[in-house]
Nanobody, 124 residues
Framework: QVQLAESGGGLVQAGGSLRLSCAGS????????MGWFRQAPGKEREFVAA????????YYTDSVKGRFTISRDIAKNTVFLQMSSLKPEDTAEYYC?????????????????WGQGTQVTVSS
């Protein structure tokens, strides 16, 4: 069973930065593709960023390109989401997810395991 745990959320002013962390077992980060998703109140969960193990590529939704960076530290068994120039519309619960050989990194259904989420609130 793969277990994931997010941390690092909080309240920040617009223009500020936060770094989210997703800690998991070593096996998770040796073979799994990792994604970050978010869900705002009353909205569906949406793709934010992903990091694929097989080819080392990263993917971002258009609204966060140039502001967010996904990275992984195998030695620390952790995936990070560095968020900068935050906007009020980035306010949401953020979830990390893991899947094997993910075909569509932007699809929720591609991932088998999810963390419990961490809240990010950006004030204007």
């Amino acid at each position: 069973q793969v277990q994931l745990a997010e941390s690092g959320g909080g309240l920040v002013q617009a223009g500020g930065s936060l770094r989210l962390s997703c800690a998991g077992s070593r096996r998770t980060f040796s073979t799994y593709d990792m994604g970050w998703f978010r869900q705002a109140p009353g909205k569906e969960r949406e793709f934010v960023a992903a990091s694929t193990w097989s080819n080392g590529r990263t993917y971002y939704t258009d609204s966060v390109k140039g502001r967010f960076t996904i990275s992984r530290d195998i030695a620390k068994n952790t995936v990070f989401l560095q968020m900068s120039s935050l906007k009020p519309e980035d306010t949401a619960e953020y979830y990390c997810a893991a899947g094997l050989s993910v075909v569509n990194v932007r699809s929720l259904g591609s991932y088998n395991y999810w963390g419990q989420g961490t809240q990010v609130t950006v004030s204007s």
